[in-house]
């Protein structure tokens, strides 16, 4: 592999982080925004041309950077991506360009400050997801906080805002003690099987650690303390508390960024599963269990709610059951599946959740007392709220649809009664959200305010057509994302179903 | 010629792109360009009523070659999906039929529908259906016909909450599309069990497996099906589906309830005939259900006073009696009362809002006093045999109370469990006991002097009771419950202050540090 190409991982996750000092130390806040705006442009097509330069025909690690950071504990700033990664990183790029746009005239107080956290994040997160090692990893994830704190405390909506802050914050830190001592084994463990001393032989390194085989006492503990860390990020029923008290209390577009970034899940496909591969495999019945779970209690509850920005927290965590529905079922259909539905969502959640952002700004409310008649003052709106919101329930012609068809037919394969379940889930979540847009949307107006609302602003509009082309066209080419992935997926559920639960060492990278 | 068949859905899709495309960004909006909306959908399908009368002219000089695919649509392992599609037989023949009608229909709603708000959404929405039902009669896969199929249920929605200022039309249109939502949810199982079981999605490979399967498999595989199909064709117990979807207007009701959409479940089971015929069960499930419906149609359409609900147990009835030939294997038979029925319907409800002037001075001919004596089956036959109202009761309700609890649970157990819960249902719930106490009820005074006996059985219970009582009140309401509530709240004012100091962004800034610095 060849590490002596031009750092454009290393770019990623440095532009934004300019960027934003950039925008908090420029004196004119007209200025700044649009400072923001121009790095989170360039950040979107460096991201594309990332994708452009994967070859998707190798299923390893690829445009390796890797540098000493802490050679005394063999820390190393080591980033690659595989066809796991690769297209979250123009996603994740084009969520943040449209939370810039969104937030464009509603911010009105330390806008810098606003927009620079907004890039500062986006940088972070493209560390998330480039890390190849885990401190590394475990430096960005945890990172990610500080910008999400402040986003949710200072420009939040709701009168508990600071409380919801607070509560994220430590939830993600309650999920952050789990990771340190997983790491902590894993490496360790990686020092006793080359039988070496320990600050000198630890290793962080994910393909090293891949190659390191895990002894099975230490299995089941890895892969639940992985799970635990990540369960709370995801999330899963029941950490999920935290998710709809931050819908209603932080400003919408951050609330778009933390449904739309997918980071929990991420962090279950590239670290939990491949470390510990038979306790994978052993419990994928409790990891099918605890989707399920999600699944059916999330969609139950989103059919109670009568706020469209708790009903999308709701239905967020529901969609993150059927993602684990779909990885729990250790083939081909459902990783691909649940890889695919992972990169739907983060279009679909996050642009419901900028459309109820819109609601909320233009009557004060996104309850459903307030609403009522809205397709008729503003149908653009609601045409492209009807769009998502059949993109979520998986509608044909939909990227919904491949998805999850895809993962209905993975669990089918592997654990019949989970598919059974999965589909409960779909009729369930044509309910809720139906049923919310009956109230909301249709029917006639009763309130003065819903009289002169006005419809999508040009800026609106053009923020939602990129996300509404996107699901039309991957509904009718899927191919074109499962191709990217395929390789990778192929690698990663041989590295899980192999005979042995020592690892293949085919992913093992010459040394520098 | 068999490329042909791949227009044929085409030209209504790409005319329902254009015209939901042009009147989202308002290129096509208002009277003036009523007309080019009516054009484009118009032609598209006349175009595809040609392309398909033309295949079927083909088919019929056996010039086609029986199956047509354009390359893969979705492949991931051995799962490949094609976008392929059948070009002889039935399908061919269902797709003229419908092509023609859906052209009349069309051309029948460009005067109708003229002037109506609602115009050009009419338009987009019955292109997209023409697209899906040509697409779910000609796919030679599963999931092909499973995308016509849901898409149809899709533009059947939009189409009853056409008015959707009227809440009850958009009630009605939600509660079809649930119900229909459970067929579509069988149909995507049945796939998911054929790719797991046959490994393939594609019809005819499917058909030159199932000989190979067991019994129960196919058995599975058949059931799966004829629920969608039930649910498709408003056979029991999905029947009454079909009496609330005659909300939208006129021409859309007379080509999805009358002509088309509501014969995909008979279609469906005519081209699975070699599963069906495998398993002689589910043939018999087919002829009760579709006998049963008839029966129950008969009914109930008896006792219908309005034009329109009657013509919709008379649909219900027609497709009962297709599903019993099916049942009972004549297929033939009931692919030509398919096709019979679709056009009468048709022409039917069509004429349906003309009726009371056809018809005037010409009363309905009363049923025959033996049965007008019934009372309980007038009654019966009134409510609709209570459907509605069993699944309610049955489905509807319950889930809505476990959803109640559920959130609940949620709010008041996982939140609080999980720390930091909100705080404004503290505030509701002190409130409230506030309230109790000022009524008199006396919330921090357990002793109770109303058990009173009489005679020695009377006073040896009032002793043991007060016994019990007296341990009940000092070990274990005052030591679990007083005392682990007041213990509870002084470690909540706590945890509050705690909270409260560590909110300050400094100290979570510190925290944040002091996790890294563990790290390092």
Not at chain 2, 144 to 156: D, I, K, M, P, Y
């Amino acid at each position: 592999m060849n590490e002596s190409h031009f750092p454009i991982l290393s770019l990623l996750i440095f532009l934004p982080l300019l960027g934003a000092l950039m925008t908090v130390l420029c004196g004119n806040s007209q200025l700044a925004k649009k400072i923001a705006l121009t790095f989170a442009s360039i950040e979107l097509i460096a991201a594309l041309a990332v994708v452009a330069l994967f070859h998707s025909n190798n299923g390893d690690f690829q445009l390796l950077e890797r540098s000493d950071w802490i050679p005394s504990l063999h820390i190393e700033f080591l980033l690659g991506i595989d066809g796991i990664s690769v297209l979250f990183l123009p996603l994740s790029a084009l969520l943040t360009l449209m939370a810039i746009i969104a937030s464009w005239n509603s911010i009105q107080h330390l806008s810098r400050l606003h927009f620079a956290l907004l890039l500062a994040l986006e940088g972070i997160t493209m560390g998330v997801f480039c890390a190849l090692d885990l401190v590394l990893f475990f430096l960005f994830w945890e990172l990610t906080l500080p910008p999400i704190f402040f986003l949710i405390s200072l420009w939040g909506i709701g009168p508990e805002r600071r409380g919801a802050a607070m509560k994220y914050t430590l939830f993600m830190l309650f999920g952050g003690v789990p990771l340190l001592f997983a790491i902590l084994i894993l490496s360790m463990n990686h020092a006793t099987a080359v039988s070496g001393s320990i600050p000198l032989d630890l290793s962080f390194s994910l393909p090293t650690l891949l190659a390191t085989p895990l002894p099975d006492s230490l299995q089941s503990t890895v892969f639940f303390l992985l799970l635990l860390g990540f369960a709370v990020k995801a999330p899963l029923v029941p950490f999920h508390t935290w998710l709809p008290t931050t819908a209603m209390e932080g400003a919408t577009h951050t609330t778009a960024l933390l449904v739309g970034l997918k980071l929990g899940i991420y962090g279950l496909l590239r670290f939990a599963m491949p470390l510990a591969p038979s306790a994978a495999v052993q419990y994928s019945w409790a990891l099918g269990i605890l989707g399920a779970i999600t699944l059916i209690y999330g969609a139950l509850i989103a059919l109670q709610q009568t706020n469209l920005r708790r009903l999308l927290a709701y239905a967020s965590i529901s969609h993150v059951g059927l993602v684990i529905i779909g990885l729990s079922a250790l083939n081909m259909q459902g990783l691909q599946g649940a890889i695919f539905q992972l990169l739907n969502f983060t279009l679909i959640a996050s642009s419901l959740m900028l459309i109820a952002g819109f609601i909320q700004h233009r009557l004060g409310s996104t309850e459903a007392l307030h609403l009522g008649g809205l397709a008729k003052v503003m149908p653009r709106l609601t045409a492209f709220y009807f769009l998502f919101m059949l993109a979520s329930m998986g509608a044909p012609l939909t990227s919904g649809f491949p998805a999850e068809l895809l993962i209905i037919i993975g669990a089918l394969t592997a654990h019949p009664t989970l598919g059974v379940t999965a589909l409960a889930g779909a009729v369930l979540c044509a309910a809720y959200m139906l049923s919310f847009t009956r109230r909301a949307f249709f029917g006639a107006i009763t309130q003065t305010s819903v009289e002169h609302a006005q419809d999508l602003r040009p800026r609106e509009l053009a923020l939602l057509c990129v996300p509404a082309l996107l699901i039309l066209i991957l509904g009718f080419m899927p191919n074109k994302v499962l191709k990217i992935n395929q390789k990778t997926a192929e690698v990663w559920l041989n590295r899980l179903m192999a005979d042995q639960p020592v690892v293949e060492t085919g992913e093992e990278i010459p040394a520098p | 010629m068999d490329a042909l068949v791949l227009l044929i859905p085409l030209a209504p899709l790409c005319a329902a792109l254009l015209i939901g495309g042009g009147h989202l960004f308002g290129f096509l909006d208002g009277e003036e360009s009523e007309q080019t909306t009516s054009s484009c959908a118009n032609w598209a399908i006349a175009l595809s009523c040609l392309l398909a009368l033309i295949l079927l002219g083909s088919n019929l000089l056996n010039m086609n070659a029986g199956s047509f695919s354009i390359g893969r649509w979705l492949s991931s392992e051995a799962l490949t999906i094609r976008m392929n599609f059948i070009t002889t037989g039935f399908n061919v023949q269902l797709a003229a039929l419908f092509s023609v009608l859906l052209a009349i229909v069309m051309r029948f709603s460009t005067h109708y529908m003229h002037r109506e708000a609602g115009f050009h959404r009419f338009f987009f929405v019955l292109s997209l259906f023409a697209f899906a039902i040509l697409l779910l009669v000609l796919s030679g896969n599963a999931v092909g016909t499973l995308v016509g199929w849901e898409t149809a249920g899709l533009c059947s929605y939009l189409l009853i909450a056409y008015s959707y200022q009227r809440s009850i039309a958009v009630t009605n249109a939600t509660r079809v599309l649930v119900t229909n939502h459970i067929g579509d949810a069988c149909f995507m199982i049945a796939i998911g069990l054929s790719v797991a079981w046959t490994g393939t999605v594609d019809w005819n490979e499917m058909f030159a497996t199932l000989p190979q399967l067991p019994t129960s498999q196919i058995t599975g595989l058949a059931l799966c099906f004829a629920l969608a199909a039930f649910a498709k064709s408003a056979q029991l117990p999905f029947t009454p589906w079909l009496a609330r979807a005659m909300e939208g207007p006129t021409p859309s009701s007379a080509v999805f309830y009358g002509a088309v959409m509501i014969h995909a479940g008979v279609y469906l089971v005519c081209l699975l005939r070699p599963l069906f015929e495998l398993s002689t069960f589910i043939m018999a499930i087919l002829a009760v259900v579709g006998c049963m419906t008839a029966l129950y149609s008969f009914i109930v359409g008896l006792t219908q006073t309005d034009v329109k609900s009657s013509l919709v147990y008379a649909i219900s009835a027609q497709l009962g009696l297709m599903f019993l030939e099916c049942g009972l294997g004549f297929w033939q038979l009931a692919k030509w009362h398919l096709c019979a029925h679709a056009i009468v319907r048709a022409y039917q409800l069509l004429s349906a809002p003309n009726l009371m002037h056809a018809v005037h001075n010409n009363p309905i001919k009363p049923v025959s006093p033996k049965i007008a004596q019934l009372r309980w089956a007038y009654t019966a036959s009134l409510q609709r045999f209570w459907l509605d109202q069993i699944t309610d009761w049955a489905l509807v309700k319950p889930v809505r109370r476990l959803a109640n609890d559920l959130c609940y649970f949620d709010d008041h157990i996982v939140d609080r469990f999980m720390g930091a819960p909100n705080p404004v249902l503290n505030q509701m719930s002190s409130l409230v006991q506030l309230e109790e106490t000022k009524i008199g009820a006396r919330l921090d005074n357990n002793a109770d002097e109303f058990a009173q006996g009489s005679g020695l059985a009377g006073t040896l219970t009032q002793w043991t009771a007060a016994i019990s009582h007296w341990f009940e009140e000092h070990f274990v309401l005052q030591g679990v419950s007083k005392g682990a509530v007041r213990y509870g709240r002084e470690l909540g004012h706590l945890a509050n202050k705690v909270e409260r100091q560590i909110l300050r962004p400094r100290y979570l800034v510190l925290f944040v540090c002091i996790t890294l610095l563990v790290a390092f």
